[in-house]
């Protein structure tokens, strides 16, 4: 039977993220890790490997495809009503017990994610972008596993997607260097950041350093990246008051203007306890976030059970200027320089000159391709 591992490590290229060193061991800097390689050896990812010296990337493949809601990303300042072309690959830095996407995300590191092996299709960067064409995207997404430990192949494809006026977007743990944000940069338009915890030993349990990811939000913000954050609000883990209010202070310290986003965990891969976040909880944390001065703090996968928290509120006269039903737009009142039509007041984010043409009632869900 052919590995996995024989498979993937065949769809690879010579990665540009990274530094040579003496006897042919090599520095990634793909993500926080900034692993050091020694030949034959692998990151922690498991996908970024030393082949005599050279770093051999993930390359010329997905293994997942749809076409989505761009609000399910979640982007909410970002086209809505639009759709995204999202695809994703294999690997992930982190190792969370409670991933939804674990079967593409622990390859290597889990043996019930070897199933990914039948999921793995070769395809080329034009055919990415011409799948995003065909079915009416605006928008690339890459996510379903960690988008940093394989920028060098989707900086081929935005590369392709932006020349035919795509907008692209990463959905990541945030777990980033400044080198690999420099090389996205010229491509990438908006970048979904998960803010997991305020507790870097909690971090650490999930295979990251909270100092980093405070510092990837700090350099996306400054290098102009459009930054929403998620926080995953996990009962017991860090639904506390206090907790909840620190991360609301720091994002507001990078800029008010950042949407955060408290979304409901449900028991998932490892970990099946504790149960669903409530809906309470959920607006608990957003008034949390409120209170520490952010401006758009929306509350998701409870489509209806959160109050006013699905809408895009003018945070200057409280005029509703997206209102949402879970992940379908069901009005959009912004004028097309991204202005509350009552107030003028500039509503921060990545909007469409032709308000007029904004989909309303949409199907709201994700669609295979």
């Known amino acids: 039977m052919t590995s996995i591992e024989t498979v993937l490590d065949q769809l690879t290229a010579e990665g540009k993220l990274y530094e040579p060193l003496d006897e042919l061991a090599v520095r990634c800097y793909a993500c926080g890790h900034r692993c050091l390689i020694r030949p034959d050896r692998r990151g922690i990812c ?3 490997y030393n082949k005599r010296g050279k770093l051999q990337v993930p390359w010329g493949y997905i293994a ?3 076409v989505d809601p761009i609000e399910k990303k979640p982007f909410n300042h970002v086209l809505p009503g639009n759709d995204a072309l999202t695809f994703g690959m294999l690997g992930c830095d982190f190792h969370c017990d409670y991933c939804q996407n674990h079967l593409t995300s622990q390859t290597f590191r889990d043996p019930a994610s070897d199933i990914a ?3 793995i299709q070769r395809v080329s960067a034009e055919q990415i972008v011409q799948y995003a064409m065909r079915n009416g995207a605006r928008i690339i997404a890459s996510s379903y596993n960690e988008p940093l430990i394989t920028s060098e192949w989707s900086v081929e494809i935005f590369q392709k997607a932006t020349q035919v006026g795509l907008k692209c977007v990463y959905i990541s743990n945030g777990n980033a260097t400044p080198e690999v944000l420099e090389y996205l940069r010229p491509y990438l338009s ?14 650490r349990m999930l295979g990251g350093v909270l100092q980093n990811v405070l510092d990837s939000i700090r350099l996306a ?7 929403e954050i998620v926080t995953l609000v996990v009962p017991g883990f860090n639904d506390s008051t ?9 994002i507001a310290s990078v800029s008010p203007d950042i949407p955060w986003h408290v979304t409901a965990f449900h028991p998932d891969y490892k970990m099946t306890q504790p149960g669903r976040t409530s809906s309470n909880t959920l607006i608990r944390a957003a008034e ?3 209170e520490a001065g952010l401006n758009y703090v929306y509350a998701g996968n409870l489509a209806g059970q959160v109050n006013v928290y699905e809408n895009t509120i003018c945070p200057a006269c409280k005029k509703i200027v997206v209102e949402r039903y879970g992940y379908t737009i069901k009005g959009y009142q912004l004028t097309k320089a991204g202005k509350c039509p009552n107030c003028a007041g500039d509503i921060p984010g990545i909007w469409t000159d032709e308000p ?6 949409g199907f709201g869900m994700p669609r295979f391709v």
């Open 46 to 48: 498991k996908v970024r």
């Open 64 to 66: 997942a495809l749809q």
């Open 117 to 119: 092996l039948s999921l």
């Open 190 to 203: 908006a970048y979904k950041i998960d803010l997991k915890t305020m507790q870097d030993k909690q971090y």
């Open 221 to 227: 913000h400054k290098l102009g990246l459009w930054i």
């Open 242 to 250: 206090e907790e909840l209010m620190e991360a609301a202070r720091f």
């Open 288 to 290: 949390i976030g409120e």
């Open 356 to 361: 007029q043409k904004v989909k309303l009632g």
